[in-house]
């Protein structure tokens, strides 16, 4: 008998703790509503309480009542219902919430790229959050994929964004729980478009591209004395930087003294604004190439035909932002990476050679260093990577053909000396 009365006992106070902890939830709700209200609540002299609420016709109206309690009961009511639920309000109030922690434009700006990508006119926009379950997300899921073909690693962004809203919710005191937490959204990668994968022929030039691409650039340096743009090609192509640190490089990032370059800059573009600006490289490390004497040397041509452009263009030269920049345009004003890429493709269209990105340099440059049997570990550093496993994994694309030209430069390195010898 002890025992049936000691388990009544174990269940009423477990029922206690339930309603104790429903009772706490439904006071945190109460508080956050209390909290977006934007007046504040006085006691007057003659006992009654008294705020204000937003009246339709944009103004404010009075409410008063004689106990606080009663008040803001009034006050939460209309708060309650007023308080944006729809998966497309909280999804703004979500990226709100981001520029406050400080992500930048570029996030932010591919949170508002995304949301039309696979939000914007489907059901769920209108959804009351409070009404969306794991279920409902399956149902999304399936319908999305079912209407357009989306790579894995856009659907785990686009899940990211989805938990981010749902945990604001719960933070705002919407929602108890976070329906991502219950979808397997690895059941999902089989649905998904597969990444498109590039031969590495497709990301390097090989030697002979690249004798007819150098070829091609020192023909354009006698046709335009004034074209930076041949030496920022090859600068790329000897040292593996990126097209931002390329068109971010300074003079005061070339130590002619110690024959060496100093990556600290790095042109990034705002993609909310539109707008180009100087910052740091991709990793936020500053990093010293070495490169080669000769491409100091290329350097150092570059800066004499500059100084005698800038001499002969004294009327038209622009200081500008950036006056220090390697790479300007003929009045001295900044040339961005857009411009890089573009007239890029124009160099290989008129060279005859495949087309290929500006980055495709970069690849080549690590294949290359690899080729010569250069350190894996400073091939890292150069390129400014986070581990030498990166390196290899996304860069390290040895194709047939390099193998096949460098046993032939080998071979014909062999035949030279055997002739010089006999």
């Known amino acids: 008998m002890n025992d049936v009365n000691g388990y009544d006992s174990t269940i009423k106070y477990a029922i206690m703790d339930i309603v104790g902890a429903i009772n706490k939830i439904e006071s945190m709700k109460q508080d956050r509503y209390l909290a977006m209200h934007p007046y504040s609540i006085t006691h007057s002299a003659d006992g009654y309480y008294r705020t204000y609420l937003p009246a339709d016709d944009g103004k404010r109206k009075q409410i008063k009542k004689k106990s606080k309690s009663d008040l803001e009961k009034v006050v939460i009511d209309y708060w309650t219902k007023r308080s944006p639920t729809s998966f497309k309000e909280r999804y703004a109030v979500w990226v709100d919430r981001q520029k406050l922690k400080g992500v930048s434009d570029n996030t932010i700006y591919k949170y508002q790229t995304d949301y039309v990508r696979f939000l914007k006119g489907k059901k769920i926009e209108k959804r009351d959050v409070r009404t969306i ?31 981010g809203v749902f945990d604001k919710s719960i933070r705002d005191g919407l929602i108890e729980s976070n329906p991502c937490l219950k979808i397997d959204l690895p059941l999902y990668k089989r649905r998904c478009e597969q990444a498109i994968v590039k031969m590495p022929e497709e990301r390097t030039f090989s030697q002979s591209e690249k004798n007819r691409l150098i070829n091609s650039l020192n023909k354009k340096r006698k046709e335009r004395p004034d074209d930076v743009l041949p030496y920022a090609v090859e600068l790329a192509l000897y040292t593996g930087m990126r097209v931002g640190e390329l068109s971010g490089l300074m003079w005061n990032d070339i ?6 370059i100093i990556i ?12 180009f600006y100087i910052s740091t490289p991709k990793n936020g490390k500053t990093r010293i190439i070495e490169p080669a004497p000769f491409v100091m040397e290329v ?10 452009q800038k001499k002969r263009a004294h009327d038209l030269w622009n200081e500008g932002e950036f006056p220090n920049l390697v790479f300007t345009h003929a009045d001295g004003s900044h040339l961005n990476q857009w411009f890089v890429c573009r007239t890029f493709q124009s160099y290989l269209a008129k060279a005859g050679l495949p087309r290929h990105r500006m980055h495709d340099l ?3 440059f690590a294949v290359n260093s690899i080729m010569a049997g250069d350190d894996i570990k400073t091939l890292q550093e150069n390129m400014g990577h986070y581990s030498a496993a990166f390196t290899l994994d996304r860069y390290g694309h040895v194709t047939p053909t390099m193998r096949r030209e460098s046993a032939n430069r080998m071979q014909a390195f062999i035949s030279n000396l055997t002739t010089e010898s006999g």
């Open 362 to 364: 970069r690849h080549t």
């Open 264 to 275: 600290r800059h790095s042109e990034k573009l705002n993609r909310l604004t539109n707008t």
């Open 133 to 163: 379950d794991e279920e409902y997300l399956e149902l999304f899921f399936n319908e999305l994929l079912s209407e357009k073909e989306v790579p894995y690693r856009a659907l785990k962004a686009l899940f990211g964004y989805l938990k």
């Open 255 to 260: 130590d002619e003294v110690n024959k060496r």
């Open 299 to 308: 350097l150092k041509k570059h800066r004499a035909d500059q100084q005698a």
